[in-house]
């Protein structure tokens, strides 16, 4: 069964918003999770968001679900009832996605021990100052690919005595996923644009109404 993320990539007015649009926004992300400078890791969170509301735009809200369990540590966002991962990267490569975050040896090998792909996957890939990516890769190619090399190659453990806070899948198995025939990409430049912003002004505003 096709992927209906699939349909973001084909429409072609879309794909060339996601080109301007994507970048800009991920850089207010970016100014809106920052003090003194540096970048904090709430950041993720508003990315997050800034992707589930692209299918949001594109299919209804009636028709993406964001209320999900915590039980539901992978899932991030149901579109017509099949779950959404969103992953973001920054970077030229593809090393460092997280499958799940946990500073637990044992919970990571529990975790490589029974996962298997069931998910659709959004990735964003940002490279700035270079070309970075969306990509949309449907289930169906992560569980062959999951099947072809195994849990083993797929999956990447914290290594014992660090504290990379999570379970990745390895940089091959995910050059691999992108790379699949059914999956999708969409190239963009990765430029900052000058933004007056004021992570303040919004609550400011808020305070002076009635």
């Not at 996601?18 to 950041?43: H, N």
């Not at 968001?49 to 809200?61: H, M, N, Q, S, T």
């Not at 806070?165 to 430049?189: F, H, N, Q, Y």
Request: glycine fraction near 8%.
């Amino acid at each position: 069964m096709p992927s209906t993320l699939i349909e973001i990539f084909e429409d072609e007015k879309l794909v060339e918003k996601i080109k301007r649009r994507l970048p800009y926004l991920f850089q207010l992300a970016e100014l809106e999770s920052s003090r003194a400078g540096k970048t904090g890791m709430e950041v993720g969170s508003v990315r997050e968001r800034i992707v589930v509301a692209l299918p949001i735009y594109k299919f209804g809200e009636a028709n993406v679900e964001t209320e999900i369990p915590i039980t539901e540590p992978e899932v991030d966002a149901k579109l017509f009832g099949e779950p959404i991962s969103i992953k973001a990267i920054t970077g030229k490569g593809f090393g460092g996605v997280k499958l799940i975050w946990t500073v637990d040896a044992q919970k990571a090998k529990e975790f490589r021990e029974t996962y298997y792909p069931r998910c659709e996957i959004l990735l964003v890939q940002i490279n700035w100052n270079g070309v970075g990516g969306f990509y949309s890769i449907p289930l169906e190619v992560q569980k062959r690919l999951f099947d072809k090399i195994g849990r083993q190659n797929y999956i990447k453990l914290p290594k014992p005595g660090t504290n990379p806070r999570g379970v990745e899948i390895t940089k091959e198995a995910l050059w691999s996923l992108v790379e699949d025939g059914e999956s999708r990409s969409i190239l963009m430049d990765w430029h900052r644009t000058r933004v007056n912003f004021n992570t303040y002004k919004r609550w400011v505003d808020l305070w002076r109404e009635d």
